[in-house]
């Protein structure tokens, strides 16, 4: 008898893309339901519904949020075909406001600029993942690809400047707080604060150049798509 032949959704490659449609289907899915949730509260309560969005959505944002650090994984062992180091460099932007910033300082929950950067973050991630999970089947779009690789020139850098928005108004609670901070062996401590400080201009040089590389990946995947309509409109 012949070799046996798998059936093609247990192949390598078949469980491969069943495992990352699943993966961005969960994120679309949660980062659609905050967007829904948030344009909702907004129509029904007003102004008032941006002070408690933390409360309101602030579980589920840190779910996606904790769970995309396994895009890092697929990276690493190469089941998603992309640069290791812009995407830690995206998602330590909102690991830290996230969780080391707003989490951490309930005064700081409170504020517009938690809403705003809700809505930036889930705005982006909606696109984003609509156009991985369709790659994922073969399926694409010319609007929704655009889309994708275009959305983000405007709102990304809105997204650095409101993260370090957010990160200058939590640092008074910082200092009265004193959140992070602790003394070490041999008279040394760690100043929070000062950190915080060092990091927003870190955030600033980390902008720069994951705009570049996100720039020169829409170049090509644009060029890409483009030529592959002509191949396709000529056939």
Known sequence: MGPSV???????????????????????CGHSWILTNMTVRFFSFGKDSMVDTFYAIGLVMRICQSISVLELLHIYVGIESDHLLPRFLQLTE???????????????????????????WNLLDMVRYTYSMLSVIGTSYAVLTWLSQTLWMPIYPLCVLAEAFAIYQSLPYFESFSTYSAKLPFDLSI?????????????????????????S???????VFSIKKKIRYTA
């Open 94 to 120: 909102r690991i830290i406001v996230l969780f080391g910033v707003i989490t951490s300082q309930e005064e700081i929950q409170e504020k517009y600029v938690v809403c705003v950067l809700f809505i930036f």
């Open 217 to 223: 990946e829409r170049r090509d995947i644009l060029r």
């Open 6 to 28: 798998l059936p093609a959704w247990l192949q390598p490659r078949y469980r491969k893309s069943a495992y990352l449609f699943i993966y961005y289907l969960i994120q679309f």
């Open 191 to 215: 100043y929070f604060p000062y950190v915080l400080k060092l990091y927003l201009m870190m955030l600033f040089i980390g902008m720069y150049f994951t705009y570049n590389h996100l720039y």
